[in-house]
């Protein structure tokens, strides 16, 4: 079965290793999402699934490759990422970047179509000949998205493709957050995998089939949000003491009730 | 639309500067004459067979101007083509061979090759001597924007200040080599020194013209090759690798690209400054940044905008030519700093 893999993955940046023997399986169909403090390892975990930080041990894999035997254009076939901040050097239309993401070759009207899609699911319709750099923080990011979209969904071959999402939601509203969730949620139904990095861990509980805990580099737990998200490992990960409440959708966490505690 | 647009006007506009580049000069030779020249010289299978009031015109037109403009143009579009290609690479809109010190390596690697390759060049053919400056040039810009890459670039960023810095730097010694040679320089070299520093498309002939042709055809044959990554490019690398960009490839083939037409462009009229930066620029300005149509579009206009120079340094102070470089800077400079101005809130960071 389709996946993209990490299988005890470090991952040194600057003479440090960030991620220390992680393990961890993107599957199709599936929501992973990526929490942690600051600092944890989560984008580096993210880059070395994405292929393009390589891993000084382990091996990250997609259906059973390494990453980098995949060309980069084979790869972005597969899977596309929304790093945690994308610039932009020039003063690219709305329209413009989302076509950033599409394939070479892409026929004139299919490329037309999967664009105005794209646009569409991030509720930027009417903004193809804007310029991206002088829309506000939120629509940019959601520009990017569009592009992130628009290169998952050029072309199917009826693979798993997957969705890696660095941060997706942080600069949206309320409404652009709960909707970039939704379509993740969408794009899993579809067939595809997704793994995002997430800070609000109700948005993340809300969001994810699977959460995945990292701290100082190291997974420290794995499972529904059901079974990650306890007092204990709340405390555990983020240095924080609060109770973990549980209403029918999931547990949440009111921060009032939060303290953060000295460490050690 | 527009871009297709942006693409012809700057077709056009090379046209006329072609023939203002044929047509004025010491001798006034009209356009309308140019064509009757060529039909006649056509028709009588050559210039010999020309009656006695056209040998004169198709002289000058065949043996001064038209060399003088085709290396004109071939130098422009070389220019204005690496500066945008540059831009990309380094995504930043203030990147030009000129500027930082590209061109000036180019130069110092083609002075070396006067100055101290005079006795590899005794030993040597006349052609393969010739060949020699424009191949020094090359490995001369090449090392010099292998260096700048290195020192400019880190985690596929580039920080814009530490580019212009490290590219002043470069020039710099560069420049100071070039000052050690002329110290060394005979009387009869020291003229040619002007002509680097300072550049003209005085010295233009058919073998100049030629000898450039193969290093500026490389990159503009690459150039269609390159658009699409380096759209993907202003991105940041990072993400344009995730795009599908073979990023390393796309920036080999760039500097490479770039080091060859700069090359050209020093070889055959000197370090001529600011086309490589105003042409994109202005390109940029009237069509956007998409590079399927920015890249032909500069190089277009460079051509164009090299051409009219090259005019107005000639006929300024007639029957004197002022030196190229000079015309350029002075109208490039101040376009410049109006560059720098605007984009003074956005320099930082």
Same mark, same amino acid.
């Given at each position: 079965?389709?996946a993209l893999?990490a299988?005890?993955?470090?991952?040194?940046l600057?003479?440090?290793?960030?991620v220390r023997e992680?393990?961890?399986?993107?599957a199709?169909?599936?929501v992973t999402?990526?929490i942690?403090?600051n600092g944890?390892?989560k984008?580096s975990?993210?880059s070395?699934l994405a292929?393009d930080l390589?891993?000084?041990?382990?091996?990250a894999?997609l259906?059973?490759?390494?990453?980098s035997?995949?060309k980069?254009?084979?790869l972005a076939?597969?899977?596309?990422?929304?790093?945690?901040s994308?610039g932009?050097?020039f003063p690219f239309t709305?329209?413009?970047?989302?076509?950033l993401g599409?394939?070479?070759?892409?026929?004139?009207?299919e490329a037309?179509?999967v664009v105005a899609?794209a646009?569409a699911?991030v509720d930027?319709?009417g903004?193809e000949?804007?310029?991206a750099?002088?829309l506000?923080g939120?629509?940019?990011?959601r520009a990017?998205?569009?592009?992130?979209?628009?290169?998952?969904?050029?072309?199917?071959?009826?693979?798993?493709?997957?969705?890696?999402l660095?941060e997706?939601?942080?600069?949206l509203?309320?409404a652009h957050q709960?909707a970039t969730?939704?379509l993740?949620?969408?794009?899993?139904?579809?067939g595809?995998?997704?793994?995002?990095?997430?800070?609000?861990?109700?948005l993340?509980?809300?969001?994810?089939?699977?959460?995945?805990?990292?701290?100082?580099?190291?997974?420290?737990?794995?499972g529904?949000?059901t079974?990650?998200?306890t007092?204990?490992?709340v405390? %555990?990960?983020?240095?924080?003491?609060a109770?973990v409440?549980?209403?029918?959708?999931g547990?949440?966490?009111?921060?009032q009730t939060?303290?953060?505690i000295?460490?050690? | 639309?527009t871009r297709s647009?942006g693409v012809i006007?700057?077709?056009?506009?090379l046209a006329?500067a072609?023939a203002?580049s044929?047509?004025?000069?010491?001798? %006034?030779?009209g356009p %309308?004459?140019?064509?009757e020249?060529?039909?006649?010289?056509?028709?009588?299978?050559?210039r010999?067979g020309?009656?006695?009031?056209?040998?004169r015109?198709a002289a000058i037109l065949?043996?001064?101007r038209a060399?003088?403009t085709l290396v004109?143009?071939?130098?422009?579009a070389a220019?204005?083509l690496a500066g945008a290609?540059? %831009?990309?690479?380094?995504r930043?809109?203030l990147?030009d061979?000129g500027?930082v010190?590209?061109?000036?390596?180019a130069?110092?690697?083609?002075?070396?090759w006067?100055?101290?390759g005079e006795g590899?060049?005794?030993?040597?053919?006349?052609?393969?001597a010739?060949?020699?400056?424009p191949?020094?040039?090359f490995?001369?810009?090449?090392?010099t924007t292998?260096?700048l890459a290195?020192?400019?670039?880190?985690?596929?960023?580039?920080?814009i200040?530490?580019?212009?810095l490290?590219g002043v730097a470069?020039?710099?010694?560069?420049?100071a080599?070039?000052?050690?040679?002329?110290?060394m320089?005979?009387?009869?070299?020291l003229?040619?020194f002007?002509?680097?520093?300072?550049?003209s498309?005085g010295?233009a002939?058919?073998?100049?013209a030629?000898l450039?042709?193969?290093?500026?055809?490389a990159l503009?044959?690459?150039?269609p090759?390159?658009?699409?990554?380096?759209?993907a490019?202003?991105?940041?690398?990072r993400a344009a690798f995730?795009?599908?960009?073979d990023?390393?490839?796309?920036?080999r083939?760039a500097v490479?690209?770039?080091a060859?037409a700069?090359a050209?462009?020093v070889a055959?009229?000197?370090?001529?400054g600011?086309?490589?930066?105003a042409a994109?620029h202005?390109?940029?300005?009237?069509i956007?940044?998409?590079?399927?149509?920015l890249?032909p579009?500069s190089?277009l206009?460079g051509a164009?905008?090299?051409l009219?120079?090259?005019?107005?340094?000639r006929?300024v102070?007639?029957?004197?030519e002022?030196?190229?470089g000079v015309v350029?800077?002075?109208?490039?400079?101040?376009f410049f700093?109006?560059?720098l101005?605007?984009r003074?809130?956005?320099?930082v960071?």
């Amino acid at each position: 079965m389709s996946a993209l893999r990490a299988a005890a993955v470090s991952v040194g940046l600057g003479g440090r290793l960030v991620v220390r023997e992680a393990t961890l399986e993107v599957a199709p169909g599936r929501v992973t999402v990526l929490i942690g403090p600051n600092g944890a390892g989560k984008s580096s975990l993210l880059s070395a699934l994405a292929g393009d930080l390589a891993p000084v041990a382990g091996e990250a894999t997609l259906d059973g490759a390494a990453l980098s035997s995949f060309k980069p254009a084979a790869l972005a076939r597969r899977r596309a990422v929304l790093a945690q901040s994308t610039g932009l050097a020039f003063p690219f239309t709305v329209d413009e970047v989302a076509r950033l993401g599409l394939p070479a070759g892409l026929p004139r009207d299919e490329a037309d179509s999967v664009v105005a899609e794209a646009l569409a699911a991030v509720d930027l319709r009417g903004y193809e000949s804007r310029v991206a750099t002088e829309l506000s923080g939120g629509e940019r990011q959601r520009a990017q998205i569009a592009r992130v979209l628009a290169q998952l969904s050029a072309a199917p071959d009826g693979r798993p493709r997957y969705l890696l999402l660095d941060e997706p939601i942080a600069g949206l509203d309320l409404a652009h957050q709960l909707a970039t969730l939704e379509l993740a949620r969408r794009h899993a139904e579809a067939g595809g995998g997704v793994l995002a990095v997430l800070h609000d861990v109700n948005l993340a509980a809300m969001a994810a089939d699977e959460i995945v805990a990292m701290k100082d580099g190291r997974i420290v737990a794995v499972g529904p949000p059901t079974a990650v998200l306890t007092d204990e490992t709340v405390r %555990q990960v983020y240095d924080v003491e609060a109770s973990v409440g549980v209403a029918p959708p999931g547990p949440f966490l009111l921060p009032q009730t939060a303290r953060p505690i000295a460490r050690a | 639309m527009t871009r297709s647009l942006g693409v012809i006007g700057a077709a056009a506009l090379l046209a006329v500067a072609a023939a203002a580049s044929l047509a004025i000069g010491p001798v %006034q030779i009209g356009p %309308q004459r140019i064509i009757e020249v060529a039909a006649a010289a056509y028709q009588a299978g050559g210039r010999a067979g020309l009656p006695p009031d056209m040998i004169r015109d198709a002289a000058i037109l065949a043996d001064i101007r038209a060399p003088r403009t085709l290396v004109g143009a071939m130098v422009g579009a070389a220019m204005a083509l690496a500066g945008a290609v540059m %831009q990309g690479m380094f995504r930043n809109p203030l990147a030009d061979p000129g500027l930082v010190g590209v061109s000036s390596g180019a130069a110092l690697a083609a002075v070396c090759w006067i100055v101290l390759g005079e006795g590899v060049i005794a030993h040597l053919s006349p052609g393969a001597a010739a060949l020699g400056l424009p191949i020094a040039a090359f490995f001369g810009g090449l090392l010099t924007t292998l260096l700048l890459a290195r020192i400019a670039m880190r985690d596929g960023r580039t920080e814009i200040a530490v580019m212009l810095l490290a590219g002043v730097a470069l020039g710099a010694l560069a420049s100071a080599g070039t000052g050690l040679l002329v110290f060394m320089a005979r009387d009869d070299q020291l003229r040619t020194f002007l002509f680097w520093t300072l550049g003209s498309l005085g010295g233009a002939t058919w073998t100049k013209a030629w000898l450039a042709a193969p290093f500026v055809l490389a990159l503009i044959a690459a150039a269609p090759f390159l658009a699409r990554g380096l759209d993907a490019v202003a991105l940041g690398e990072r993400a344009a690798f995730h795009a599908g960009t073979d990023v390393e490839r796309l920036k080999r083939v760039a500097v490479i690209g770039v080091a060859a037409a700069t090359a050209a462009a020093v070889a055959s009229a000197g370090a001529i400054g600011f086309v490589g930066l105003a042409a994109p620029h202005l390109v940029r300005l009237a069509i956007g940044p998409a590079h399927r149509a920015l890249l032909p579009a500069s190089a277009l206009l460079g051509a164009a905008l090299l051409l009219l120079s090259d005019v107005a340094a000639r006929t300024v102070a007639a029957p004197a030519e002022l030196p190229i470089g000079v015309v350029t800077a002075a109208f490039g400079a101040p376009f410049f700093l109006w560059l720098l101005m605007r984009r003074r809130g956005r320099m930082v960071g």
